[in-house]
């Protein structure tokens, strides 16, 4: 059973950044794509970022130009660095990964950000 860890959410000053890491037990290399989403209560859960394993980085319209999805290869983690928060960022957010062979989708539990003064 594979596991994707996330960690790094909590409470945020409106204005202030972020940074949420994932740990996958395959390793970051071990999928096809990795990336984070969340889900806000009434809100269908939404992309925020995708990094396949060729480097390719897919960002979703709400955050394209405040967040950064990167691998820290000494960690093992996949992480997300997000500035400039708003209320609007209050959600769960989860890590994603995806295998090709067998075709599965992978979910953490989910990592609540909440910002708020």
């Known amino acids: 059973q594979e596991r994707l860890v996330e960690s790094g959410g909590g409470l945020v000053q409106p204005g202030g950044s972020l940074r949420l890491s994932c740990a996958p037990s395959r390793g970051i290399y071990g999928f096809y794509a990795m990336g984070w989403y969340r889900q806000s209560p009434g809100s269908e859960r939404e992309l925020l970022a995708l990094?396949?394993?060729?480097?390719?980085?897919t960002y979703g319209d709400s955050v394209k130009d405040r967040a950064t999805i990167s691998r820290d290869i000494g960690k093992d983690t996949l992480d997300l660095q997000m500035t400039s928060l708003n209320r609007g960022d209050t959600a769960v957010y989860y890590c994603?990964?995806?295998?090709?062979?067998?075709?599965?989708?992978?979910w953490g539990e989910g990592t609540l950000v909440t910002v708020a003064s």
């Open positions: 994603y990964a995806k295998s090709l062979v067998p075709d599965i989708d992978y």
């Open positions: 990094l396949t394993t060729n480097g390719r980085t």
